[in-house]
């Protein structure tokens, strides 16, 4: 006769017992299920590897008009020397990486029987992608094509996001917001401080260049580079972690 597992529940456990017992096995399930290491790590990445990109050839002036790119590379700004190669980059990277996440994690389910409903964070990450390719144009429509009262009561929000779009770190936000939907898919206290601390950075960076008063030369070849890194060690370090305790826990 095989013994019973000590969270199992019988005839004879209270309510109390009972209680405890499905609250162990639902941390155990959400234990097992979590996989969310290899987004972390895919898009901390693929954040990492578009850096060449972000650097100019020449230290850039603080204001640089417009470029006439493509519609499809808006999520690489405007402001940067390499914008079109960055939204072709970021166009792939994102719709790539979401579709590999949602592939890893119907893998995963099949390998340990239980699976997060990852199909909603992908569609964030798809519909994000996508309100970056758009974004940009409707806001310079909404200040430059409307009038004046339009211009300057929307102003509060058209400018800021249009300067978080023209630095080419849209991406950033569109993965941010995929983590923090994964974050509620998966219950994890982890994913959610990680995405919170990452959402956090990306915006605290962007505050900062929206706030500040550059004048010609305060900016070098490096200052778009920095700021599109600085989030990146928060995925890595927060995927690693998550990394090592599943490895823990299989062992």
């Not at 609250?23 to 996989?35: D, E, S």
């Not at 390499?82 to 979401?98: D, E, K, N, P, V």
């Not at 199909?119 to 310079?140: E, F, N, S, W």
């Not at 939907?181 to 401080?193: D, F, N, W």
């Amino acid at each position: 006769m095989s013994d019973r597992s000590s969270t199992a529940p019988n005839s004879d456990n209270t309510p109390g017992e009972l209680l405890a017992s499905v609250t162990a096995l639902q941390q155990r399930t959400r234990a097992v299920r979590n996989a969310y290491w290899l987004p972390l790590l895919l898009f901390g990445l693929l954040m990492a590897a578009a850096a060449p990109l972000y650097v100019e050839s020449v230290d850039p002036l603080a204001l640089r008009g417009g470029q006439d790119n493509p519609a499809l590379t808006g999520l690489g700004g405007d402001f940067l020397e390499r914008s079109a190669t960055l939204g072709w980059y970021w166009l792939a990277a994102l719709i790539g990486g979401y579709l590999l996440s949602l592939r890893w994690y119907r893998w995963h389910g099949v390998r340990v029987g239980v699976q997060t409903p990852a199909r909603p964070y992908v569609i964030a990450g798809i519909v994000g992608t996508v309100v970056g390719l758009v974004l940009p144009i409707v806001l310079r429509y909404l200040l430059l094509n409307t009038a004046t009262v339009i211009s300057n009561g929307t102003s509060w929000v058209t400018t800021p996001l249009l300067g978080i779009s023209d630095r080419g770190m849209f991406p950033h936000l569109v993965i941010a917001v995929g983590l923090l939907v994964l974050a509620r898919l998966e219950r994890s206290r982890g994913l959610t401080v990680v995405a919170s601390v990452y959402a956090a950075a990306v915006v605290l960076v962007n505050v900062y260049f929206q706030t500040a008063n550059f004048e010609p030369g305060d900016l070098n070849r490096y200052s778009f580079l920095l700021a599109a890194l600085l989030p990146v060690p928060i995925l890595l370090v927060g995927g690693g972690i998550a990394f090592l305790n599943t490895i823990k826990r299989s062992a």
